[in-house]
Every structure is written in structure tokens, then in C-alpha cells.
């Protein structure tokens, strides 16, 4: 059930912006990812062995950079969701049901393809976005106590 029509608009506009990264030919998504994976070799470069494989690292470190963006793309989701629509597991379980019609959908994509490791990555982000937003929301709720009690 909806409980906020402004935050389900917004919950959708962001599926809106997942579906349209995961619509990305394979080539385009490693070029937007380029950027972070620079940025991180950058920092560790100074502390790898000399006699590392700088091709295998960078490919590593690619992996991990986009692994974390799929994490950060679902924990947003799910703080969305969980303003959306009640009870909090119907936003948990939309978030599993979307991270999986996404992956669907990369099937179409040239050079994606769907896996079920990323909807698992993808529902790691959102419980760990879970974990963050209920931990904000107790701050708010204590600050508020403390606020009130003055």
C-alpha cells in the first residue's frame, strides 16, 4: 500500500535511472565506471608490489567499482521504497523484484547479460541501505526525544 505518493514518484523516477544505466552496452558502462576505477588505482598504485599485474588489478578493481555501484543503486532504492510504501518488507520484496526484472532486462542489452550474482548483490545493497536508514531513523527519533524533553 502507498503510504506517500511524493516518495513512490521518486522511488520510480530512480528505477527510471537504474533502467536506463542497465541499458548501457557493456562498452559505455566501463567507460562511465572509468572514471572511479582511475581514481581508485590512482591511491593504490603507490602500494602495490612492483612486480603487480597493473592489468589484472585494474580489472579487479573495475569489478569491485561496479559491484559497489549496483550496491549503492539498490541501497538508494530501498530508502525510497521504505518511504513509499507499507508494510517495510512489501518495499524490501519490490526492491528484489526489480533488481531481478533489471537483470532480465540485460539480457536484451549488447554485452550485458543478466546474472542472478548481481540480484544478490543488489539485494545485499539494499539490506545494508536497510541497516543505514534505520540507524538514521532512531538518530532523528532520539534527537527528537532529547529536543522535546528541553
Known amino acids: 500500500m502507498i503510504k506517500n505518493r511524493r516518495m ?3 522511488a520510480l523516477l530512480w528505477m527510471g535511472v ?3 544505466l542497465s541499458s548501457c552496452p557493456d562498452q559505455l558502462s566501463s567507460e562511465q565506471s572509468g572514471f ?3 581514481a581508485v588505482m590512482r591511491v593504490i598504485r603507490p602500494f602495490l608490489p612492483q612486480s603487480a599485474d597493473l592489468a589484472a588489478v585494474t580489472e579487479k578493481v573495475g569489478f569491485l567499482v561496479r559491484k559497489c555501484a549496483h550496491m549503492s543503486e539498490y541501497a538508494v532504492l530501498i530508502c525510497l521504497l521504505l518511504q513509499a510504501v507499507r508494510p517495510p ?3 524490501f520484496l519490490t526492491g528484489i523484484a526489480y533488481a531481478a526484472l533489471d537483470e532480465f532486462h ?3 542489452v549488447s554485452g550485458r547479460a543478466g546474472q542472478v550474482r548481481d540480484v544478490l548483490i543488489d539485494t545485499a545493497g539494499m539490506a ?3 541497516l543505514i536508514y534505520t540507524a538514521v531513523c532512531r538518530l532523528v ?5 532529547e529536543d522535546a524533553a528541553k
Open 106 to 108: 540485460q539480457t536484451f
Open 89 to 91: 518488507y512489501t518495499a
Open 18 to 20: 537504474i533502467f536506463y
Open 128 to 130: 545494508a541501505g536497510l
Open 36 to 38: 572511479f576505477v582511475s
Open 8 to 10: 513512490a514518484l521518486a
Open 141 to 145: 527519533r532520539k534527537k527528537g526525544r
